[in-house]
T-cell receptor, first 115, second 113 residues
């Protein structure tokens, strides 16, 4: 079974719209980490955020915000007032306490922001 | 710091050939990993290492070998390339412990014909 599901394969929005990227995870561990990475068209992978399972506080960083809900096993990512530079593939990932070095990635959501 | 470096950036192999993808990091990270990225499948872990001399298998290890003789280097060997190994390969490193976010290299695009 997939440990990380990103059901949205591709999303298109117009600049300045808000957009939410969904991430649902599955684990039996009580201690785990969740991550978001960005992969712009140039291909590199850029770390955005890490969240541990004991910290359900939402986080905001500029136009980016993350909503972690253990009750629904979700870790959603919202971009407010999207910009063309936000166009990228976004990956959600999970690592578990049994082995923090093993990352499980979702299949990614491609975000197209049109001017 | 150069961060995580990978060579080559692009490679074309014929079926049956072998080669080594190089990965190095200058951040003194204990943990290093290799992933492959295929369309629609995200990144899948091939092999990882928790320190010099220690390696373990990930999700898709078949057809690949690794070794870690130094903290800095973590090469990935393709023993006998197959078209199914056509992919983009990423190397990553992380400090480990409470700061386990992974930092990725620029990737190697491999085509096997």
């Amino acid at each position: 079974a997939q440990k990380v599901t990103q059901a949205q394969t591709e999303i298109s929005v117009v600049e300045k719209e808000d957009v939410t990227l969904d991430c649902v995870y599955e684990t039996r561990d009580t201690t785990y980490y969740l991550f978001w990475y960005k992969q712009p068209p140039s291909g590199e992978l850029v770390f955005l955020i890490r969240r541990n399972s004991f910290d359900e506080q939402n986080e905001i960083s500029g136009r980016y915000s993350w909503n972690f809900q253990k009750s629904t096993s979700s870790f959603n990512f919202t971009i407010t007032a999207s910009q063309v530079v936000d166009s990228a593939v976004y990956f959600c990932a999970l690592s578990e306490a049994r082995n923090f070095n093993k990352f499980y990635f979702g299949s990614g959501t491609k975000l197209n922001v049109k001017p | 710091n150069a961060g995580v470096t990978q060579t080559p950036k692009f490679q074309v192999l014929k079926t049956g050939q072998s080669m080594t993808l190089q990965c190095a990091q200058d951040m003194n990270h204990e943990y290093m990993s290799w992933y492959r990225q295929d369309p629609g499948m995200g990144l899948r872990l091939i092999h990882y290492s928790v320190g010099a001399g220690i390696t373990d298998q990930g999700e898709v290890p078949n057809g690949y070998n690794v070794s870690r003789s130094t903290t800095e280097d973590f090469p990935l060997r393709l023993l006998s390339a197959a078209p199914s190994q056509t992919s983009v390969y990423f190397c990553a490193s992380s400090p480990g412990g409470a700061k386990n976010e992974q930092y990725f290299g620029p990737g190697t695009r491999l085509t096997v014909t």
